[in-house]
């Protein structure tokens, strides 16, 4: 679509004219009329009427069609999550710019096109993605190529695709040695058990409907509050419960920086020299107003 060419034809009562170019010419044409229309002075204000004809179907009659596209890249964008493991902000931005120019075919890349894959993989974007972007730019992962559209554009470099490509192989090499479950106390075995065993079926829906990977985990350490199985968690514990319930393909470094990301909705307590995670009451009211009550 991005090097297809439309032609836009503009009728006044005494001329004629036409424009052709990429969707961005004629945008940018379509924009620069209706401001010229909105300032014209004249005595007489009369009705201004635009008429565009479309040689296709409507946008409706395409819609199944569009809906299993996005479902599609959304699952494509999930796998190389997965695969990536990102540990912070700038290596998710790494990953969509990554994805974008290796699946989807963007060579040159904008913060806007970066903060819609927020979206479609359901993460929560950050306060300033610019940042992450300039993390990766002082890293030689990107570089700055020019502007489009008022935006600044960029190109991944061999450096970054380089990085990526290392951080997918070692989390396949990973995931193989870590097929089996490993419990690091009988205590933690024995809590994982006794939550598989009082989980009702509607909190289990729940979890396995939830499709905001942050919110699945917020809510296993929200029913294990609840039921007062544990009140601090250790995030191999809810990485456990997510194999046992969903046959989870990810590992455990996936929660872990996930648990990193969802502060304040949840704090780290120390304990006997190890990290464990506790919901705030930020954390609880998210889940019991954002995440039960959601349909």
């Known amino acids: 679509m991005k090097d297809q060419e439309f032609l836009l034809t503009v009728h006044y009562l005494d001329e004629k004219y036409s424009v052709k170019g ?3 010419v004629i945008e940018h044409h379509v924009k620069k009329l209706l401001q010229d229309l909105q300032e014209e002075k004249g005595e007489v ?12 179907y409507s946008p409706a009659k395409n819609e199944p069609s569009d809906k299993f596209e996005e479902e599609a890249e959304a699952k494509k964008l999930k796998a190389l999550l997965d695969d990536v493991e990102p540990t912070s902000e700038w290596l998710v931005v790494l990953t969509f710019i990554y994805f974008l120019t290796h699946y989807q075919k963007e060579l040159l890349v904008t ?28 890293k030689g992962f990107l570089q700055l190529i020019g502007t489009s559209d008022s935006q600044q554009t960029y190109e991944i470099t061999s450096l970054g695709t380089k990085h990526i490509d290392d ?17 690091e106390t009988e205590e933690q075995k024995s809590k994982v058990e006794k939550f598989l065993q009082e989980i009702s079926s509607v909190e289990y829906e ?7 990977f942050e919110d699945q985990v917020l809510l296993i350490i929200y029913y294990l509050l609840k039921k007062g199985i544990s009140k601090q968690i250790r995030a191999l514990m809810i990485y456990q419960i997510l194999v046992h ?9 996936s929660v872990q920086t996930t648990l990193s990301r969802a502060r304040p909705l949840v704090k780290k307590v120390k304990l006997n020299n190890k990290i464990y995670y506790k919901l705030t009451e930020e954390g609880k009211n998210h889940i019991e107003v954002r995440v039960l009550k959601a349909k």
């Open 111 to 138: 913060a806007k096109a970066i903060s819609g894959l927020y979206l479609t993989s359901s993460l929560t974007p950050p306060g300033n993605v610019h940042l992450s972007i300039f993390q990766c730019v002082n």
């Open 22 to 24: 990429t969707p961005y």
């Open 45 to 56: 204000q009369t009705d201004k009427e635009l008429k565009i004809q479309l040689n296709t």
């Open 206 to 212: 729940k979890i396995k409907k939830t499709k905001n």
């Open 245 to 253: 319930l969903n046959c989870y393909k990810g590992a455990p470094r």
């Open 167 to 183: 951080r997918i192989s070692y989390s396949q090499k990973s995931r193989k040695e870590d097929s089996e479950i490993y419990y």
